[in-house]
């Protein structure tokens, strides 16, 4: 937005057509942040998502490895 105000002043616009002009790259570029945010966000949620549930699988592999599962029936009298 304050590009837009200083090449509206070197060029000598009016102030109108320079806040007309700052208000729309105002919301063209909150849009593209909108989106360049809603991709990160799917992004680091699908990665920490994918190692959650490998940290999960490795867990109850181990926990079933060392036999300690609770579906097994106890061995007790």
Same mark, same amino acid.
């Given at each position: 937005?304050?590009?837009?105000?200083? &090449?509206?002043?070197?060029?000598?616009?009016? /102030?109108?057509?320079?806040?007309?002009? %700052?208000?729309? /790259?105002? !919301?063209?570029?909150?849009? !593209?942040?909108?989106?360049?945010?809603? !991709?990160?966000? @799917?992004?680091? &949620?699908? /990665?920490?998502?994918? %190692?959650? &549930?490998?940290?999960?699988?490795? @867990?109850?592999?181990?926990?079933? *490895? /060392?036999?300690?599962? *609770?579906?097994?029936?106890? *061995? *007790?009298?």
């Amino acid at each position: 937005m304050a590009l837009v105000v200083v &090449r509206g002043t070197l060029f000598g616009e009016f /102030a109108d057509q320079v806040a007309i002009e %700052a208000i729309v /790259a105002l !919301i063209v570029f909150a849009a !593209i942040g909108w989106v360049a945010g809603w !991709i990160a966000d @799917y992004l680091v &949620r699908d /990665a920490v998502e994918v %190692a959650f &549930r490998r940290r999960v699988d490795w @867990y109850r592999q181990g926990v079933a *490895e /060392a036999g300690l599962l *609770e579906n097994k029936p106890s *061995e *007790e009298p």
